[in-house]
């Protein structure tokens, strides 16, 4: 459970994960121009049970209008809030193959995120420019570039090949990094007060086949089959005819 600074509540650690989406689906929203969004257009869209997210919502405070919804913009500026994504966190990100550039282009990062610091162990890509102000330097020297930023490091994200991963993530916990996001299917070891939250993105396509199975699986039995005293008697009309 995480208490959110000025809110009373207590918000749920599930809570705080479809929370993110919900602020997803509102930046989505706002882009296309809606002003005002129902209850049941933001969880349709988060794919959600309505009376779920009028709970989430409630943690960060936040009201709707009954018969007229709630006012994207201010529930956009609450829910920020309450996930702390309005100021800019600082991230260290290890990896700067295929993965490491999709986590840095991709749309999360920006919102809340900047990447400030960039490691790899390949010499191929070690003292590439990536951004005008973000360079490839080796993982051996993750103490010394975290202390030299200004702004320190909030995060690290490991996106580095299997064998790389739990080095990458021993340099960014010496350097003082507590919070860590792996997204490499390595179990790594760590120190009680270090939090590691681990994206396997091949177990997350497993849990979606073994979900679309279930539906198919699902839809198969509820097909009406007639039994098999209907079958005799259909055969019986049958012959009769």
Same mark, same amino acid.
């Given at each position: 459970?995480?208490?959110?600074?000025? +809110?009373?509540?207590?918000?749920?650690?599930?809570?705080?994960?479809?929370?993110?989406?919900?602020?997803?689906?509102?930046?989505?929203?706002?882009?296309?121009?809606?002003?005002?969004?129902?209850?049941?257009?933001?969880?349709?869209?988060?794919?959600?049970?309505?009376?779920?997210?009028?709970?989430?919502?409630?943690?960060?405070?936040?009201?709707?209008?009954?018969?007229?919804?709630?006012?994207?913009?201010?529930?956009?500026?609450?829910?920020?809030?309450?996930?702390?994504?309005?100021?800019?966190?600082?991230?260290?990100?290890?990896?700067?193959?295929?993965?490491?550039?999709?986590?840095?282009?991709?749309?999360?990062?920006?919102?809340?995120?900047?990447?400030?610091?960039?490691?790899?162990?390949?010499?191929?890509?070690?003292?590439?420019?990536?951004?005008?102000?973000?360079?490839?330097?080796?993982?051996?020297?993750?103490?010394?570039?975290?202390?030299?930023?200004?702004?320190?490091?909030?995060?690290?994200?490991?996106?580095?090949?299997?064998?790389?991963? +739990?080095?990458?993530?021993?340099?960014?916990?010496?350097?003082?990094?507590?919070?860590?996001?792996?997204?490499?299917?390595?179990?790594?070891?760590?120190?009680?007060?270090?939090?590691?939250?681990?994206?396997?993105?091949?177990?997350?396509?497993?849990?979606?086949?073994? +979900?679309?199975?279930?539906?198919?699986?699902?839809?198969?039995?509820?097909?009406?089959?007639?039994?098999?005293?209907?079958? +005799?008697?259909?055969?019986?009309?049958?012959?009769?005819?």
């Amino acid at each position: 459970m995480w208490r959110v600074m000025g +809110q009373p509540p207590t918000i749920p650690r599930p809570a705080v994960t479809r929370l993110a989406t919900y602020l997803y689906v509102l930046r989505s929203f706002s882009a296309r121009g809606t002003v005002v969004a129902s209850s049941v257009e933001l969880a349709t869209a988060a794919g959600v049970n309505p009376s779920i997210l009028r709970k989430d919502l409630s943690y960060v405070g936040a009201s709707g209008v009954r018969g007229v919804g709630y006012d994207v913009s201010r529930l956009t500026a609450r829910i920020k809030l309450a996930l702390h994504t309005d100021h800019t966190n600082m991230v260290a990100l290890a990896g700067a193959g295929r993965l490491g550039h999709a986590l840095i282009s991709h749309a999360g990062f920006g919102r809340g995120f900047k990447v400030a610091a960039l490691f790899d162990t390949d010499p191929a890509v070690i003292g590439t420019r990536f951004t005008d102000d973000l360079v490839v330097v080796p993982l051996s020297e993750v103490g010394a570039t975290c202390a030299g930023l200004a702004e320190g490091i909030d995060f690290g994200v490991i996106a580095t090949g299997d064998d790389d991963a +739990q080095a990458a993530c021993d340099a960014f916990t010496a350097s003082g990094i507590r919070q860590l996001l792996n997204v490499t299917p390595v179990h790594l070891s760590v120190e009680s007060d270090v939090v590691v939250r681990q994206v396997d993105l091949a177990l997350e396509l497993q849990v979606l086949g073994f +979900q679309a199975y279930a539906v198919h699986s699902s839809a198969a039995r509820n097909r009406i089959v007639p039994t098999t005293e209907s079958n +005799q008697a259909m055969g019986e009309e049958a012959v009769t005819a």
